[in-house]
């Protein structure tokens, strides 16, 4: 069976944003997050994927709801979800690490560190199971 045209844009957007956040979370391993302009990026960052995110999975949703893919939809719209939930207390807790690091706590820094590691693993892991459906996409 060949997908319509709507499935397949739905799983590319997807696809495309899932992408685009994992390269540009690579740079910020490199850099010191301690630096004000460098912290704005990082924080802009993740404040804008989940927004992106969700934006993409709805419209992935309504595309695989016109093609009559239920199952796809579905994964897209935990997808939305997901974000959509995940967003305010991984930003908030940001927040909170950095203030503590301007507080004078040495180990905010590393907690922060690990934030964007957890963000860049599930983002990758998301990636790869998006993609890995796509072959029951076209069945």
Not at 68 to 77: D, E, I, P
Request: charged share 10%; aromatic share 12%; glycine share 8%.
């Amino acid at each position: 069976m060949v997908p319509e045209f709507g499935s397949v844009f739905g799983v590319v957007v997807v696809l495309f944003c899932l992408a685009y956040f994992t390269m540009a979370s690579i740079p910020f391993l490199f850099v010191k997050l301690d630096v004000p302009e460098v912290w704005r990026l990082f924080r802009g960052l993740f404040g804008t994927y989940f927004l992106v995110i969700t934006a993409a999975a709805l419209v992935a949703t309504v595309s695989f709801v016109t093609a009559g893919a239920m199952g796809f939809a579905a994964a897209m719209l935990l997808l939305a979800g997901a974000a959509m939930a995940a967003r305010i207390p991984v930003t908030q807790r940001m927040d909170a690490h950095r203030s503590a690091w301007e507080s004078g706590d040495a180990a905010a820094l590393r907690h922060l560190r690990g934030i964007h590691w957890a963000g860049m693993l599930l983002n990758t892991a998301i990636l790869a199971t998006v993609a890995a459906s796509l072959p029951y996409l076209f069945r």
